[in-house]
């Protein structure tokens, strides 16, 4: 009986490999999906949109980009768990990602189990910006102005818990300030508000604040990077402003369903790292806020597990509610 049973297991098993195999050997055969799990127009939608079309032209086949937005990015990454594991269904996400188990009280998937990380697609840089209205030019002068004004200022965040709003709050933590959050639904929202002085200040994106800032709807203050941004060259880092050794960088990456074939998941990796290393793709990449990365499977896993330890213990510290 129990030979039987092991040996009907050693024939799923094998089955299992050969259909991978299988799969992956006449991969991809149809259009292939990017959910990008928040609205269009955002950081992560148009980074989306320039990796998805070079794809399109490695690969031979459509890469379409579809936006599933809601529930701080929960609802399209729910929509990749439950997706076949066939390799037509990837996963644009954030370091959202490795908030989520910390933040929320229930998920529908599992963050670490119902995923595989494939590769990190970039390095992102975020800009602490003001409207132009408000009295400022640094990190310095808006904490003395928020000192003088207690509970009177805000800020604008794209979601409760997201990264944006950790690192706003890490940097209230720091400099001891105390204004106000605001959530909003994506990136276009929020930069909408902060143009209307809806809001104060924010925490935004490079890629999308840009724009705005060289055509003085919003100020930048200071990077939150460890460096520098190219694409910010004038605008100090926030060590160099008030805070020496202050540095947060996040980062975009692409996930599958768990248990798709390893040979989909490493030709992914490596085809989508191509497309990062194209001269014109990396400098419009550059030119966004943020760093081509193309890392492998492994190094990307390795960097999502220190995250997801590390936002826990900031979401612990700062006392943010477990969100519904």
Known sequence: MKRAWLARVALLVCLSVVTGYALAQDYPSRPIRIVVPFAAGGAVDTLARLISARLTEQIGQPVIVENRPGAGGNTGADAVAKAPPDGYTILQATNGQAISPALYRT????????????????????????????????????????????????????????????????????????????????????????????????????????????????????????????????????????????????????????????????????????????PDVAERITAMGNEPVGSTPEEFEARFKTDLAAFAKVIREAHIPLQD
């Not at 990380?117 to 209205?133: G, H, I, R």
């Not at 540095?247 to 990062?276: D, M």
Request: zero cysteines; hydrophobic letters at 50%; a neutral charge.
């Open 107 to 278: 998920l529908p998937f599992d963050a670490v189990r119902d995923f595989i990380p494939v590769t990190q697609l970039v390095a992102t840089s975020t800009v602490l910006v003001a409207n132009p209205k408000l009295p400022v030019t640094s990190l310095k002068e808006l904490s003395a102005l928020a000192r003088s004004k207690l509970g009177a200022l805000n800020y604008g965040s794209s979601g409760v818990g997201n990264a944006l709003h950790l690192t706003m709050e890490m940097l209230k933590h720091a400099t001891g300030i105390d204004i106000q959050a605001v959530p909003y639904r994506g990136d276009a929202p929020l930069n909408a508000a902060l143009i209307a002085g809806e809001v104060d200040v924010a925490i935004v994106p490079v890629a999308t604040a840009r724009p705005l800032i060289e055509g003085g709807q919003l100020r930048a203050l200071a990077v939150t990077s460890a460096s520098r941004v190219a694409a910010l060259p004038d605008v100090p880092t926030i060590a160099e402003d008030a805070l020496p050794g202050f540095e947060v960088s996040g980062w975009q990456g692409f996930f599958l369903p768990a248990r798709s074939p390893p040979e989909i998941v490493r030709l992914l990796a490596r085809t989508t790292a191509k497309v990062l290393a194209i």
